[in-house]
Structures are given as structure tokens and as C-alpha cells.
């Protein structure tokens, strides 16, 4: 009567596994480096700011329009500057659940995880 499903079977399992485990992170690690080198942009207010956002979800520039500023109402110019920075942090996590999700498979990750 065998027991376990056949002696040494399991730890060729797990090494399998680890494997898997080691290519999985380095395919992730090349993304992350990937993502480092693109950029998103985005503009609000008819192209009065645009904002560039890095794959890796930092803000690079902020460019304000200088004819935005004339008689610029202060409330209205805040408006137009979180939302093109806003637009362009959604575009930048749209490319990395892209570039992820094509990469692992498709297997979902929890948020944040990058």
C-alpha cells in the first residue's frame, strides 16, 4: 500500500514550483524596468495643463499654459491641475495592469502591488 502519492514525487513538485516561482519574478522585474522607461500624459482645460506621468506612477512634469494663468481664477486652475494629473495617474495604472496582466498570464494581482 503506497502512501503520499509515490516517494520522492512531491519535492520534484516543489522544485517545479520554485522554478516557476524565480521565472515569474524575473519577468515582473523586467517589467518594472520597462514601466520605469514609459510615460503617459494627460491635459485638462483644452490643453491649459498637461501632466506626464511615469509607468511607475511618478509625476514627472507639470506643465501650466501661460495664458491659463491670466486672470486666472486660483480655484479653477487647482481644478484643471488634479485633473490632469489624476487623468494621467489613471492612464499610467492602465498601462501597468496591461503590461502586467500580459506578462504573468493574466493572473490577477492585488491592487497596489506595483
Known amino acids: 500500500m503506497k502512501r503520499g502519492g509515490g516517494g520522492g514525487g512531491g519535492m520534484g513538485n516543489m522544485q517545479q514550483l520554485m522554478q ?6 524575473q519577468k515582473m522585474e523586467s517589467m518594472q524596468a520597462e514601466l520605469a522607461t514609459k510615460t503617459v500624459e494627460a491635459s485638462s482645460g483644452g490643453g491649459a495643463v498637461k ?3 511615469s509607468g511607475k506612477q511618478e509625476l514627472l512634469s507639470l506643465t501650466i499654459a501661460p495664458e491659463a ?6 480655484e479653477m486652475l487647482s481644478d484643471m491641475v488634479k485633473a490632469a494629473v489624476n487623468e494621467a495617474l489613471k ?16 493572473i490577477p494581482l492585488p491592487p497596489g502591488m506595483f
Do not use: C, H
Open 69 to 74: 494663468l491670466e486672470g486666472a481664477d486660483a
Open 91 to 106: 492612464k499610467s495604472q492602465e498601462l501597468q495592469s496591461q503590461m502586467m496582466g500580459g506578462a504573468l498570464g493574466n
Open 51 to 53: 501632466a506626464v506621468v
Open 20 to 25: 516557476q516561482a524565480r521565472q515569474m519574478q
